[in-house]
């Protein structure tokens, strides 16, 4: 079971993800909070696997409950998709570096919420389709020093992190190639080490700066 809490000032987003999610036979909704500090406080006393987080809050906003929620060793295990609209791209940004699994545009379909958290429960990082191109291409923008291990990749691994910086999940990617998903996570688990990435978000950064693509 996937426990999966959500922080947004606005009663309306809440009801709304409670109600696609309490017809989720492997996704519990196990807790709401209204502002950053409450979104800092129910992941600490409850710990879900997931938090959806609005990133425009009162008083303690999204990108400061991050911070603090990916900066606590006791919640290691807690994903932080952001929840996010197409003016936001600036924080969408500053939250990537912070650490979020994920981005989600408010008003896309009830499927693409229940991917991501299905997506980012599994330890993959989850990029809007609708946001990922221009969000990447911001954050791309200011040309960095090639990582040293971009030498080290084999032909295998630069297919694959191809379509993780399409911001593909492990299936996806499997589907694409014809391999299993174990292997899609062994491949980007070693390209990650070999690139120096922390985790798969900022692994997507760095697969779209150095301009890996996927076949064809």
């Known amino acids: 079971m996937i426990r999966v809490a959500v922080a947004d000032d606005q009663p309306l987003v809440r009801a709304g993800v409670r109600v696609i999610l309490d017809v989720e036979d492997d996704i519990e909704l196990v807790g709401e909070a209204a502002d950053g500090a409450g979104a800092v406080a129910l992941a600490r006393r409850l710990h879900p696997d997931v938090l959806l987080m609005d990133v425009r809050m009162p008083g303690t906003d999204g990108l400061r409950a991050l911070r603090e929620i990916v900066g606590d060793p006791d919640l290691a295990g807690t ?30 379909e009830p499927g693409e919420l229940l991917r991501a958290i299905r997506v980012v429960a599994q330890g993959d990082a989850l990029l809007s389709p609708s946001v990922t191109r221009r969000l990447l291409g911001q954050l791309a923008a200011p040309a960095g020093p090639v990582p040293p291990g971009l030498a080290q990749l084999t032909e295998r691994e630069r297919e694959v992190l191809g379509y993780v910086g399409q911001g593909l999940s492990n299936e996806e990617i499997g589907e694409r190639l014809r391999i299993s998903p174990a292997t899609v996570r062994t491949h980007v688990s070693r390209g990650a080490v070999k690139l120096g990435a922390r985790d798969r978000a900022q692994l997507v950064v760095i697969v779209y700066r150095c301009g890996l693509q996927p076949p064809g």
């Open 79 to 108: 994903r932080v998709v952001i929840l996010t609209t197409f003016d936001l791209d600036e924080y969408v940004g500053e939250a990537l570096r912070a650490g979020a699994s994920g981005f989600l545009v408010k008003d896309g």
